[in-house]
C-alpha cells in the first residue's frame, strides 16, 4: 500500500482525520481566496487607472507636438464628482486616436457623457446640469472609458477658440501603463498578513485536530522500521489530499470572492469584475504555493517522530521556555523606533526599515506571545481557589505555545484594529483647511481680465434662473511687513466687513468699527504696505495710508488661519493691479440652490473648476470613508477567521484530552465546571495577548502617525473596541468547548 | 431474551445490609444484549471482582452500577434508594459525593501535579484549597506516596501513578469505588502492590470495592467473585 492509498484509507476509517482534512482544506480555501483577491488589489487599482487615464493630462503630453486641446476639471452635483474632459482638434479630427469606450471625438457643441450621468442630466431641470455642457447630448461613453461603471464623466467638444482657458496642447489622449494606487496596494500588503495568518492559524490549529493521533500513529510506524523518507510521504499524502483540494476550492471560490468585492467603493465607485483578473502564471503560483506552505509546515512537524519515535509515542515534557523571547518585543520596538525617526528625517532607505520593523513586532509576538500565556499560567498556579482556575492554569504553564496558537489570530487582528483606530480619528482631526470661504460658498479662481465678465455672465444666468443670488468678486493682495532686516508676507482677502460676515468664517462681529484691516496676528501696519501680487515675496509694495486700524479676531475656526482681510477703502490709492492678481467670484449658495448656482458659476467660467470647502471636507471624509470601511471589512473577516480557528483550538484541546476529560466526567466532574475551566484556559492568554497586543498596536500607530503629522494624537474611546471585539470573540470561540464537552460525556469512557 | 439468572451470594435487599444493588439490569447495544438482566448485591465493606472474558458484559455492569450509562432496564439501589431514575445531573453528583473511580492507566490529569490530582475531587465538591491539598497529601502519605506530591503523572512509575488514581478514588470517603482494569497496564508485582494499596485504603475507609478484571489470579485473591458470561451472572461461581 503506498502513501496516498494509506492517507485514504485514514481519511475513509476516521471521523476525526476527516473533520481535520476538511477543515484544513476550508482554510486553505479561505487563504488562497483571500491571497488571490489581495494580490489582485494592486492590479485591480491600475486596470482601472488605465481605463480613465484619457481622462488626465499627462505634462509629457505638452512638449509633444500637438494634434488637440485638453483641459480637465471637477464638476461637482449632489456632492458626487463629475470628471469633465473639454476637447478641441487643432486640425481635425480624423488623426486623433480614440481611448476605448470612446465611440466618437466630440464635434464643437456635443457632449458625450458616461450613462450614469446621463440618467442624471435627463432627471434634473437643466438649470442644475445640463446647462453646464454643451447643447447637443450626442451619446454614451462605454464602460471601458470609465474607471468604475457608476462614474461620472463629461467628454465636451469645442472649437480651440472656446476652449476654457487653462486647456493644454496633446498630441493625444493619455495612455499607456497607469500607476497603481500606493494607499490600496500597502492596505492589500497589511490586509495578506492580517487576514492570510489567521488562515494559516486555521490551518494549523486544524491540523492539530488530529496531532496527537497521528504522531501516535506514525511512532509506531516508525518503530515498525519505516524509514523517515517514507513517514514523510505518508505525512505528504496526508496533508496534500486536503490542501490541494482547498487550494483548488479557493480558486473556484475566489471568482465569487472577487465578485463580492466589485461592489466595495474605493476612490468614488465600484468596481468592474474584470478589474480583479490576476495574471495566469501569478495565479499558478499563488495556487501551488499554499498547498507547498502547508506541506512544509506539516513535515517540519515530525521532526519529533524522527528524533524520538519513542518519546513522541509515550508523551514527553515539554521544556520550560526562556525569559530570552521577552527581549524579542523591546528589539523589534527599538528597530521600529529607529525606522520611524530615519523615516521622519528623510532617511533613504527608511520604507524599507519600516516595514521591517513591522514585520519584527508582528514576528515577535510569536515569541513573547507564549511565555506571557506561561507567565499568566503560572500566576494561576500560585493563586488558584477554585479548579478551573487550577486547571487553566497549568495548562497554560504546561503547553504555553497550543495555548497561545489558539488566540494568535486574534492577537494579530487587535494590533491591526489598534493601529488602524490610532491613526484613523488622527487623520480625521487633520480633515479641513481650505480657504476662509464659508462651507457652502461656491468660488472659481479667475484673474483681473476675467473676473468681471464671469461676474456678470454668472448673475445673468441667476437671473434667469429666478434665483436671487449674486455673485462677489474678490481681490486677493499681499501685505508686507518689515520685521527687523526682512518682512513678513501675507495673504490678504480684500472685502468689507458685511460681505465678510456673508462670505467667509471670519469672525469679524458686528462691523460697527471703522473699516481697517482684520486680522488674527498682531501687525505693526506702520511698517506695512501693500503689493497686488507677489511672485518671489520680494517686490516693493505701496505703504497703508497712515491711520489705519488694526482689529483683531478672536479665532472662532482652527481651521482659518494665515489670511488677513482689507476693507477696499483701506488699500492704498497707488496700488496698482497686477495681471497676475488673483481674483476670486464667489456666490453663496444654500442646499435648495447649489446645483443652480453651480450651473451659473460654472458656465460662465467655460468650464473652469467650481469650488467650495463643502466639497473640499466631502472628499476628504469620502477618502477616509474609503480608508474607514476596508479597515472594517478586513478587521471583521480577520476577527471571523481568528474566532473560527480559536474555535477549532478549542475543539482540538478538548480532543486532545478526551480520555482525561471522559475520566473526569465519568468520576462525576460536571461539564460546566471542565467548560468553565476551558473558558478560562482560552480566555486569560487572549485577555493578555489581546490587551498587549493592543498597546502595541496603539504605539505602532502613533509612530506611523508621527511621518504623516507631528500634531498630536486623537484618542477615541473606540480605540478599545478591537480589544473587547478580540476579548469577546476569544470566548465566543471557547464556548465550542461545551458542545465538545457533551459529546465525550455522552460516552466518557469510549476510546477515541 | 434469556432468563434472568442471580448471584446465589447476594444478600437479601430487604435485609438493608446491602449498599449498593442492582435489579434486573438489561443494557443493549442495537441487537446485541451486554447485560441481559443481573441481580447483584454488593454491601458496605465489600470487595468484589467481577471476571468474564473480553465482551462478557463486566465493564457494561460496572458503568451502569456507577451510573456512567444508563440501563435498558432493571433498578440500581444505593444504600436502598433508588438512583438509576436520576437524571444525568443527579448521578453525576451521586458519582463525584458517593463513588470513587480507579481507571486502568490512572486517567489522571497530566497538567495537575499528583497533589493536585487527589484533590481535585474534593475541590469539585467545593472544599477549599487548603483543605483539599491537606487531604490529598495525607492520602498520597498513606499511599506510600511521600515526597512525591508534586511529581506530575509522566514522572511517576506506572504503579506510583495508579496509586495517586487510588489516592484520588478515596479521598472524598466514597461508599463504593469502582476499578476498571486497575491492574492492566502494570506488571504482576506492581499489579498485586497496588490492588493491596487499594483493598487496604478502602478497607481502612469502609468502602466497598468492585473491581472488574480479566486476570483470574488476582480475582483469586479478592474475598468475592462474581463470574460473568453473555451478559448473565455466570451460574458456578468461585469462592
Not at chain 1, 502547508?294 to 514527553?316: C, K
Not at chain 1, 470601511?629 to 478586513?634: L, Q, Y
Request: glycine share 10%.
Amino acid at each position: 500500500m503506498n502513501a496516498l492509498q494509506l492517507a485514504l484509507r485514514v481519511l475513509r476509517r476516521d471521523r476525526r482525520t476527516r473533520t481535520s482534512a476538511i477543515l484544513t482544506g476550508m482554510g486553505v480555501a479561505i487563504a488562497t481566496g483571500l491571497v488571490l483577491l489581495l494580490i489582485s488589489l494592486p492590479f485591480a487599482t491600475k486596470a482601472r487607472a488605465e481605463r480613465s487615464q484619457w481622462q488626465e493630462i499627462t505634462y509629457s503630453a505638452r512638449e509633444q507636438s500637438a494634434k488637440l486641446l485638453i483641459s480637465t476639471s471637477e464638476d461637482f452635483v449632489d456632492g458626487k464628482k463629475i470628471t469633465r474632459i473639454d476637447v478641441a482638434p487643432v486640425a481635425g479630427a480624423a488623426g486623433i486616436a480614440l481611448p476605448a469606450g470612446v465611440p466618437k471625438f466630440p464635434a464643437p457643441g456635443e457632449t458625450w457623457v458616461s450613462p450614469e450621468l446621463g440618467k442624471l442630466v435627463h432627471s434634473k431641470p437643466e438649470s442644475q446640469l445640463a446647462d453646464r455642457f454643451t447643447p447637443n447630448l450626442a451619446g454614451a461613453l462605454g464602460s471601458d472609458a470609465l474607471k468604475f461603471p457608476e462614474q461620472l464623466v463629461a467628454l465636451v467638444g469645442h472649437t480651440p477658440e472656446d476652449m476654457p482657458s487653462d486647456a493644454l496642447p496633446a498630441p493625444a489622449f493619455t495612455h499607456g501603463d497607469a500607476r497603481v494606487d500606493g494607499l490600496l496596494q500597502l492596505l492589500a500588503g497589511v490586509g495578506v498578513v492580517v487576514l492570510v495568518v489567521p488562515s494559516l492559524v486555521l490551518v494549523a490549529s486544524a491540523a492539530r485536530l488530529t496531532a496527537a493521533r497521528r504522531e501516535r500513529r506514525l511512532a509506531a510506524i516508525r518503530l515498525a522500521g519505516a524509514t523517515p523518507g517514507q513517514v514523510t510521504n505518508m505525512v505528504a499524502a496526508e496533508t496534500a489530499l486536503s490542501a490541494i483540494v482547498g487550494a483548488l476550492a479557493g480558486l473556484v471560490l475566489s471568482p465569487a470572492l472577487h465578485r463580492l468585492a466589485t461592489f466595495v467603493p474605493w476612490d468614488g465607485g465600484t468596481w468592474q469584475a474584470s478589474d480583479f483578473s490576476l495574471p495566469i502564471p501569478l495565479t499558478i503560483t499563488l495556487v501551488v504555493a499554499m498547498p507547498v506552505l502547508v506541506l512544509l509546515a506539516a513535515v517540519l512537524g515530525l521532526r519529533r517522530v524522527f528524533a524520538t519515535p519513542l518519546g513522541a509515542a509515550a508523551g514527553h515534557t515539554k521544556k520550560p521556555l526562556h525569559w530570552w523571547r521577552l527581549l524579542a518585543l523591546p528589539v523589534a520596538g527599538a528597530v521600529f523606533l529607529f525606522a520611524i525617526v530615519q523615516a521622519n528625517t528623510g532617511g533613504d532607505s527608511s520604507g524599507f526599515l519600516l516595514l521591517f520593523g513591522l514585520a519584527l513586532l508582528v514576528g515577535s509576538a510569536a515569541l513573547v506571545g507564549p511565555w506571557v500565556t506561561s507567565a499568566v499560567g503560572g500566576l494561576f498556579v500560585k493563586v488558584w481557589r477554585k479548579p478551573a482556575g487550577l486547571l487553566a492554569g497549568r495548562r497554560l504553564r504546561d503547553d504555553p505555545k497550543g495555548a497561545y496558537r489558539a488566540s494568535a489570530g486574534v492577537v494579530l487582528a487587535v494590533f491591526a484594529g489598534s493601529m488602524a483606530l490610532t491613526l484613523m480619528p488622527s487623520l480625521e482631526s487633520m480633515a479641513g483647511g481650505g480657504r476662509a470661504f464659508q462651507d457652502s460658498v461656491l468660488y472659481v479662481e479667475s484673474d483681473p481680465a476675467n473676473a468681471a465678465k464671469i461676474a456678470q455672465q454668472t448673475d445673468a444666468a441667476l437671473t434667469k434662473y429666478g434665483e436671487p443670488a449674486r455673485s462677489t468678486v474678490v481681490r486677493q493682495v499681499g501685505l508686507r511687513v518689515a520685521e527687523g532686516s526682512g518682512h513678513s508676507n501675507y495673504s490678504a482677502l480684500v472685502m468689507d466687513c458685511a460681505t465678510a460676515v456673508r462670505l467667509t468664517r471670519f469672525n469679524v462681529g458686528t462691523c460697527d468699527a471703522k473699516p481697517g484691516i482684520y486680522s488674527s496676528y498682531s501687525l505693526d501696519l506702520g511698517k506695512a504696505s501693500v503689493v497686488s501680487y507677489y511672485k518671489t515675496g520680494d517686490e516693493p509694495g505701496t505703504p497703508l495710508a497712515p491711520g489705519v486700524p488694526l482689529h483683531l479676531l478672536s479665532k472662532a475656526d482652527a481651521d482659518v488661519v494665515g489670511s488677513l482681510l482689507i476693507d477696499p477703502s483701506a488699500l492704498p490709492a497707488g496700488l496698482v493691479t497686477s495681471p497676475e492678481e488673483r481674483v476670486t467670484v464667489a456666490v453663496p449658495s444654500t442646499d435648495g440652490n447649489r446645483e443652480t448656482v453651480r450651473t451659473a458659476l460654472g458656465g460662465a467660467a467655460g468650464g473652469a473648476q467650481v469650488y467650495s470647502r463643502e466639497l473640499r471636507l466631502g472628499n476628504q471624509q469620502s477618502e477616509l470613508g474609503d480608508l474607514r470601511r476596508v479597515t472594517v471589512i478586513g478587521l471583521l473577516a480577520a476577527a471571523v477567521l481568528a474566532g473560527c480557528s480559536a474555535a477549532v483550538a478549542t475543539a482540538g484541546s478538548v480532543m486532545d484530552r478526551r480520555r482525561t476529560f471522559g475520566a473526569l466526567i465519568a468520576a462525576g466532574t460536571p461539564v460546566k465546571v471542565l467548560a468553565r475551566a476551558l473558558r478560562v484556559e482560552a480566555a486569560l492568554p487572549a485577555l493578555v495577548a489581546t490587551i498587549g497586543a493592543g498597546v502595541v498596536g496603539i504605539l505602532v500607530g502613533i509612530g506611523l502617525f508621527s511621518l504623516v503629522d507631528d500634531q498630536g494624537i486623537t484618542m477615541s474611546p473606540w480605540i478599545l473596541a478591537p480589544v473587547v471585539l478580540g476579548v469577546g470573540v476569544a470566548l465566543l470561540a471557547a464556548s465550542v468547548c461545551t458542545p465538545a464537552l457533551n459529546r465525550v460525556r455522552a460516552e466518557p469512557l469510549a476510546e477515541e | 431474551m434469556e432468563p434472568r439468572t442471580y448471584d446465589p451470594q447476594s444478600p437479601d435487599l430487604a435485609g438493608g445490609t446491602a449498599v449498593l444493588s442492582g435489579r434486573g439490569l438489561v443494557k443493549r447495544y442495537g441487537a446485541q444484549y451486554a447485560l441481559a438482566g443481573i441481580d447483584i448485591d454488593i454491601r458496605r465493606g465489600d470487595a468484589v471482582a467481577i471476571v468474564g472474558p473480553s465482551g462478557s458484559g463486566k465493564t457494561s455492569l460496572l458503568h451502569v452500577l456507577a451510573g456512567i450509562l444508563r440501563a435498558d432496564d432493571g433498578e440500581i439501589f444505593l444504600a436502598g434508594q433508588r438512583i438509576d431514575q436520576l437524571n444525568e445531573k443527579k448521578r453525576s453528583e451521586l458519582r463525584r459525593t458517593e463513588f470513587g473511580f480507579v481507571f486502568q492507566s490512572g486517567m489522571l490529569v497530566a497538567e495537575l501535579t499528583a497533589e493536585e490530582n487527589v484533590a481535585l475531587p474534593m475541590l469539585l465538591g467545593g472544599a477549599s484549597r487548603k483543605e483539599a491539598v491537606a487531604a490529598g497529601r495525607q492520602w498520597l502519605a498513606r499511599l506510600g506516596l511521600a515526597g512525591k506530591e508534586t511529581r506530575r503523572p509522566g514522572e511517576l512509575s506506572g504503579g506510583e501513578a495508579q496509586r495517586v488514581a487510588i489516592a484520588r478514588a478515596l479521598t472524598h470517603r466514597p461508599k463504593v469505588i469502582f476499578a476498571d482494569e486497575p491492574t492492566g497496564a502494570l506488571d504482576t508485582r506492581t499489579g498485586r502492590d497496588t490492588m493491596d494499596a487499594l483493598l487496604g485504603a478502602a478497607a481502612e475507609s469502609g468502602a466497598a470495592v468492585i473491581v472488574v478484571t480479566h486476570d483470574r489470579e488476582l480475582a483469586e485473591s479478592m474475598p468475592r467473585t462474581v463470574s460473568i458470561r453473555d451478559g448473565l451472572i455466570a451460574t458456578r461461581l468461585a469462592a
